[in-house]
């Protein structure tokens, strides 16, 4: 490119000296009267011959006809320096450089450009107008014109370039000048398409790799979702009681001939499908019926349901096992009562987690709750997975025993509590127990009640003397040494902690619980079934 703009074109004659017209952004002298291509006519001075001079096209020096021929006295090299492509930065001459265009370049340029062999466009609006350019510049866009009418002397007329203000004489080179403004402007707006294309395949690239790492996040999140809730395939009660075992050896807390022995029953108790009741508690709810009947002086009345075992989790289902721990606790109680003997007849002992696991699998295969075996892929055998009160639903109900989800799905007091459920509860303690005795000792089965990541099982509800209520819940997660202290409950009722919940205790979002109420004919069970494949709970509002 030029190292230094040109002088621009002298002003109409009279108004001071005229260079030869050259192009202020290539620096080339352009083709213009009579005395040919870089040809200046030097001010008409009466009485002196006119002297044709040329001028260098880089320092605008006036050059004696030797420097012309190609000698300059600083920068000999730069005398004759020639024009270069747009395009491609190809020195060319002024005459060969539209046929280098049209040979070198023959694509059509970015919209704007001119195409080869194309007719020739007006500078100013663009539009196509062949022969009559001249015409057309002069009718549409005259007021764009260089000093129109005045001239140098010789009446020849001057046209000033749009972009640049340089002064031409010839409408031709005038478009031919503007063509290379044009040009130049396209090739520039080709490195900036150039450069969006790239910004965009950039984002592009940045949107991928956030894509990517999203996805990655989302299968990590899944995977630990899986394993909370033991659908990871990692094994089931027997692997995990295995591995805490054998830890617990590893940190001294058990010895080798104990590992041994834990193993030995816990794989005869899995062969039977019984529980081998080394985490069961009896007798709480028999203690409690004492201790009401002698303390406890806020209480005014207090229900309980039918004699219940508390079971808690062990090695093998600790994390995961509340809701089969429960389901035992329930059974107990069902167990202990005639009226559900020929519903139990099978089922004459409490079974172990894996054998409640296959029990459910067997409610499945029967038609109950196809979509929460489609969860579970309709295997629990083996695995951690967690069950909920449609499982146990599920269950019972294929056990002919007639029950019901209630869903409080919302809380329904203040502060997040759920005072619904607890008068549900009371309602269903007090139903066909009226009377004025302190202590109801009731032949209801225990309530399962469900929230999000825990499930626990009702056993009572006590009814202060100022009106509040207040649950009596057994704990999966309390141990046989916690449960033994109820056993042997002082005056003050400090063990009743681990029991009681009041409103305020409760403020899940959401709660679920599976109340028993009797027994199914065989016509109500396959009803039932039929039912469940569209179960929706009922929901208190």
């Known amino acids: 490119m030029a190292d230094a703009a040109p002088p621009r074109a002298a002003l109409a004659g009279g108004r001071g000296p005229r260079f030869p017209a050259a192009c202020a952004r290539h620096g080339t002298a352009l083709p213009g009267g009579r005395e040919g291509a870089g040809a200046v006519r030097e001010p008409r001075v009466p009485g002196a011959a006119a002297i044709a001079m040329v001028l260098c096209d880089v320092c605008g020096r006036a050059l004696p006809s030797e420097a012309a021929a190609g000698r300059h006295p600083r920068r000999p090299s730069l005398c004759r320096r020639q024009p270069r492509c747009p395009l491609c930065a190809a020195a060319v001459g002024c005459d060969e450089l539209r046929r280098h265009m049209e040979t070198a370049h023959p694509e059509p340029g970015p919209p704007g450009s001119r195409r080869p062999g194309a007719p020739p466009e007006c500078p100013f609006c663009g539009e196509a107008a062949g022969r009559e350019l001249e015409e057309h510049v002069r009718a549409r866009h005259g007021h764009l014109l260089g000093a129109p009418g005045t001239d140098t002397g010789n009446g020849e007329q001057l046209y000033e370039c749009p972009m640049c203000s340089l002064t031409c004489t010839n409408i031709q080179i005038l478009e031919e000048h503007v063509d290379l403004h044009l040009e130049e402007h396209n090739f520039s707006e080709g490195g900036n398409i150039r450069d969006l294309e790239l910004a965009q ?72 499908g019984i529980d081998d009741g080394r985490t069961k508690t009896s007798g709480v709810i028999e203690a409690l019926c004492k201790y009401y009947q002698s303390e406890n002086k806020d209480v005014r009345r207090v229900w309980l349901s039918a004699g219940v075992d508390h079971f808690h989790s062990s090695l093998g289902d600790r994390g995961w096992g509340c809701g089969y721990r ?61 069950i909920g009160a449609c499982e146990i639903y599920s269950l019972l109900t294929s056990l002919r025993i007639k029950c019901q989800i209630i869903d409080f799905h919302k809380p329904t007091g203040p502060m997040g509590t759920h005072p619904r459920l ?59 040494q916690q449960m033994q202290k109820l056993l042997k409950q002082n005056s003050d009722g400090t063990g009743l902690r681990l029991l009681r919940k009041f409103v305020g205790s409760l403020k899940e979002k959401q709660y679920q619980i599976v109340a028993v109420d009797g027994v199914l004919s065989s016509e109500e069970k396959a009803a039932r079934c039929r039912a469940s494949q569209v179960l929706t709970s009922e929901k208190i509002p």
């Open 326 to 386: 429960n389901f035992q606790m329930l059974l107990s109680s069902l167990l202990q009562n005639s009226f559900y003997d020929d519903c139990l007849r099978d089922t004459t002992l409490i079974p172990s987690i894996p054998k409640i696991q296959s029990m459910i699998e067997d409610a499945w295969r029967e038609g109950f709750d196809p979509h929460g075996a489609s969860h579970f892929n309709n295997r629990l055998h083996g695995s951690k997975a967690w």
């Open 201 to 272: 395949q950039l984002q592009t690239e940045e949107d991928e790799r956030q894509r990517s790492e999203e996805e990655k996040r989302e299968r990590e999140e899944f995977k630990k979702l899986q394993r909370q809730y033991g659908l990871d395939n990692s094994g089931g009660f027997k692997q995990q009681f295995l591995k805490n075992m054998e830890r617990e050896v590893d940190r001294g807390r058990m010895q080798p001939f104990e590992y041994h022995k834990r193993k030995a029953d816990m794989m005869e108790s899995l062969a039977s």
């Open 422 to 480: 607890f008068e549900w509860i009371l309602h269903y303690y007090s139903t066909d127990n009226e009377g004025g005795a302190k202590v109801v000792c009731t032949s209801k089965p225990p309530i399962y009640l469900q929230h999000q990541g825990h499930s626990r099982t009702v056993v009572g509800i006590e009814e202060k003397k100022n009106k509040s209520l207040c649950l009596l819940l057994f704990d999966p997660g309390c141990s046989s």
